[in-house]
């Protein structure tokens, strides 16, 4: 099947995707470029399409991923069709319509002793997709985004995670239902703050732990504080007054994993 058209009624739904409006409405969204495609489809996501440009054909690197069973449909498109599905300058020569899928909040309780990633209206979406990359590479058994978070499937989050989001768990909900949820699976709830004593060079990752990063401009909001166990600092020794989100969740991440891994 071949759509040249960009006023196609399927091409229409598809571009209506780069909104966010209409990705709830549809319950899909869209992942641009070689590299996503081709992650969610090692992953086995629930890829309802994928449309490549006609001209310069199905990509070398996704070629064999198209016989699979499980394969989705495969559609080939203008490069008019291309531009007008992407907010990028450049277009990629592919892309494709994902349908979302809910993220059980039990699978952050399947690993014992896990780091979990809690963003606490985290509004960039590359700091977002950044701390999920992050997560993903450092071992961490889930990212929860809770309210006032960039959309996951906002176009520049998903570029941000270069395929981690299809690696790690990710939970979306309401960060006053799932902290409680935590400790009561034993966790314990850590944040960072300029003014803390610990730093998290000395704190003890050994455990269950939730980590709470707070937003760019406001930090963790005053209900988030109020369940916190602990709050930590990241040590700093030059002029700068702090860190952004996604370099703050990083470095904790990787004394974490530091700790569990090769403190020996």
């Known amino acids: 099947m071949d759509i040249i058209s960009p006023s196609n009624s399927r091409v229409k739904g598809w571009a209506q995707l780069l909104d966010k409006k209409h990705r709830s409405k549809q319950g899909k969204y869209l992942i641009e470029g070689i590299h996503l495609v081709m992650e969610a489809l090692q992953a086995n996501v629930d890829i309802e399409c994928v449309a490549y440009d006609m001209e ?42 994902v349908r979302k899928e809910t993220t059980a909040v039990d699978r952050l309780w399947e690993k014992p002793n896990s780091i979990v990633i809690v963003l606490d209206g985290v509004q960039d979406p590359g700091n977002v997709g950044t701390i999920i990359r992050s997560a993903d590479a450092a071992g961490a058994a889930g990212v929860v985004l809770g309210q006032g978070c960039a959309d996951l499937y906002n176009p520049k989050t998903i570029r941000s995670t270069m395929g981690s989001m299809f690696h790690i768990p990710v939970v979306e909900g309401e960060l006053k239902e799932l902290l409680p949820a935590a400790k009561r699976h034993g966790a314990q709830i850590i944040s960072t703050a300029l003014d803390a004593t610990h730093s998290c060079y000395t704190y003890d990752f050994g455990g269950p732990v939730w980590m709470l990063i707070g937003s760019e401009g406001q930090g963790v909001s005053v209900e988030a504080t109020e369940l916190v166990d602990e709050s930590i600092r990241i040590p700093m020794v030059g002029q700068a007054e702090s860190l952004n989100a996604a370099m703050a969740a990083t470095i904790v991440l990787f004394e974490a994993m530091r700790q569990r891994n090769f403190n020996q």
């Open 56 to 97: 310069r054909g199905i990509p070398r690197e996704l070629s064999a991923l198209r016989s699979s069973p499980d394969a989705p449909e495969w559609i080939a498109v203008s490069a008019a069709v291309i531009a007008k599905c992407t907010e990028a300058k450049t277009p990629q020569p592919v892309f494709a319509v």
